[in-house]
């Protein structure tokens, strides 16, 4: 059954519901249900989802191992 793209409470409760019966793991199926509702909540309100890391740190940083990328040679 398709997951509901709402960010209400009732929706979530709904989707982790439906991600149990269909056998996922209940902290998974929370992460999921979480994660359809931050991305509904972006869409309604308009603007790119991006992680809360992205954030953190300049582009000239790189994003695993945090510190400042260097370059050897032509690019």
Known sequence: M???N??????ISQNIKTLVREGK???Q???IALDVARRAQKKKVGGEIRSMEADKYPKEYSPIVRV???FIGTV
């Open 2 to 4: 398709p997951l509901k």
């Open 6 to 11: 709402s960010s209400s409470q009732k929706a």
């Open 25 to 27: 793991p209940k902290k």
């Open 68 to 70: 400042k990328q260097r």
């Open 29 to 31: 199926a929370v992460a």
